[in-house]
């Protein structure tokens, strides 16, 4: 593990201010995308993005109720453009502009959809350098499936990550974080009602649309059930793709102290006293804030094309 990695911009070091800044300040246009429908084996299908370039594609997984307009996936998606990169954002069910077709969505532990996109991409592009990045619950998303399938890419890097799913609900229920628990909920009403208009106002918490929602749908006996079999805490040592993990101890949606243990020697773990939650913003005093996420996971992926290109090289 590796501390200190990430310093934080002096004015803006707050758990808080990491955690919304980007989401309420930061000016930037999304590039512009090549839409894609996915249709799936159930029905069902799953909405992408692309970003067309010359390199390696990175599959974007964002977070809960989260999309290709989220500020953390803009702001990648350009700076994979500046590379001549490619990517895709895989739009969760229910997360893009339309609604799916089916009763069910996607939850924490859904990884059948991330493993019909990547067998797509193989068919398509067998030849292509694949990166996976997991923000949040995308992140969670992403480690179970590295544990799973062990899938053929290069790497992957999953950011903040609720590797226990239950505590993470719990810490939402603290302080000012419960600002976060009520914004997300409101979001995963009104996603839902637009498939199922059943009233939810008994539901106040997302553990209660977990408890009477998500698990139901999904198939789990309720929300202690969804959490036990899907945090992908249980599943990280089975992970042996290279994985960059970025945390921040100060993370307002997950528990101060977390025990990542027993980790495969592929995997990285930059554990940072500050950052928030897909925060990680920093720059000089009287400089403009940089979001250093853009920089680092380009990097590490990079590194990774580098080792790999060095370990086949003859000797």
Same mark, same amino acid.
């Given at each position: 593990?590796?501390?200190? =990695?990430?310093?934080?911009?002096?004015?803006?070091?707050?758990?808080?201010?990491?955690?919304?800044? $980007?989401?309420?300040?930061?000016?930037?246009?999304?590039?512009?995308?090549?839409?894609?429908?996915?249709?799936l084996t159930d029905g069902d299908f799953v909405d992408l993005e692309w970003i067309k370039g010359e390199g390696p594609l990175v599959i974007i997984l964002? $977070?809960?109720?989260?999309?290709?307009?989220?500020?953390?996936?803009?702001?990648?998606?350009?700076?994979?453009?500046?590379?001549?990169?490619?990517?895709? &954002?895989?739009?969760?069910?229910?997360?893009?502009?339309?609604?799916?077709?089916?009763?069910?969505?996607?939850?924490?532990?859904?990884?059948?959809?991330?493993?019909?996109?990547?067998?797509?991409?193989?068919?398509?592009?067998?030849?292509?350098?694949?990166?996976?990045?997991?923000? %949040?619950?995308?992140?969670?998303?992403?480690?179970?499936?590295? =544990?799973?399938?062990?899938?053929? &890419?290069?790497? =992957?890097?999953?950011?903040?990550?609720?590797?226990?799913?239950?505590?993470?609900?719990?810490?939402?229920?603290? $302080?000012?974080?419960?600002?976060?628990?009520?914004?997300?909920?409101?979001?995963?009403?009104?996603?839902?009602?637009?498939?199922?208009?059943? %009233?939810?106002?008994?539901?106040?918490?997302?553990?209660?649309?977990?408890?009477?929602?998500?698990?139901?749908?999904?198939?789990?006996?309720?929300?202690?059930?969804?959490?036990?079999?899907?945090?992908?805490?249980?599943?990280?040592?089975?992970?042996?793709?290279?994985?960059?993990?970025?945390? =921040?101890?100060?993370?307002?949606?997950?528990?101060?102290?977390?025990?990542?243990?027993?980790?495969?020697?592929?995997?990285?773990?930059?554990? %940072?006293?500050?950052?928030?939650?897909?925060?990680?913003?920093?720059?000089?005093?009287?400089?403009?804030?940089?979001?250093?996420?853009?920089?680092?996971?380009?990097?590490?992926?990079?590194?990774?094309?580098?080792?790999?290109?060095?370990? %086949?090289?003859?000797?």
């Amino acid at each position: 593990m590796t501390r200190d =990695a990430f310093k934080p911009h002096p004015l803006l070091s707050n758990r808080h201010v990491q955690t919304i800044w $980007g989401v309420v300040f930061r000016q930037q246009k999304k590039p512009t995308t090549t839409f894609e429908r996915l249709e799936l084996t159930d029905g069902d299908f799953v909405d992408l993005e692309w970003i067309k370039g010359e390199g390696p594609l990175v599959i974007i997984l964002h $977070g809960l109720e989260g999309s290709s307009d989220s500020h953390y996936a803009k702001g990648m998606l350009n700076t994979i453009q500046r590379l001549d990169w490619q990517a895709v &954002i895989m739009h969760f069910r229910n997360c893009s502009q339309t609604p799916n077709r089916l009763t069910r969505s996607y939850h924490a532990g859904e990884t059948g959809d991330i493993d019909f996109l990547y067998h797509s991409i193989k068919q398509r592009m067998p030849n292509t350098p694949l990166f996976v990045i997991g923000y %949040s619950l995308g992140g969670n998303v992403l480690v179970k499936w590295l =544990a799973e399938k062990s899938p053929d &890419i290069i790497a =992957a890097c999953a950011v903040s990550v609720p590797f226990d799913l239950q505590k993470s609900v719990g810490q939402l229920q603290k $302080g000012f974080s419960k600002i976060y628990d009520k914004k997300l909920l409101y979001s995963l009403k009104r996603s839902h009602k637009r498939k199922d208009k059943t %009233s939810l106002k008994e539901v106040k918490t997302i553990y209660d649309f977990d408890d009477k929602v998500t698990s139901k749908v999904h198939g789990f006996k309720n929300a202690e059930a969804y959490y036990q079999q899907n945090h992908s805490l249980q599943f990280l040592p089975e992970v042996t793709t290279p994985l960059l993990i970025i945390q =921040a101890e100060d993370d307002p949606f997950h528990p101060p102290t977390l025990a990542l243990d027993n980790l495969n020697p592929n995997t990285l773990l930059e554990f %940072s006293p500050h950052g928030g939650h897909v925060g990680f913003i920093t720059g000089s005093l009287f400089g403009k804030p940089e979001y250093w996420l853009e920089k680092r996971i380009p990097e590490y992926f990079s590194n990774e094309i580098k080792r790999l290109h060095s370990s %086949s090289s003859p000797k």
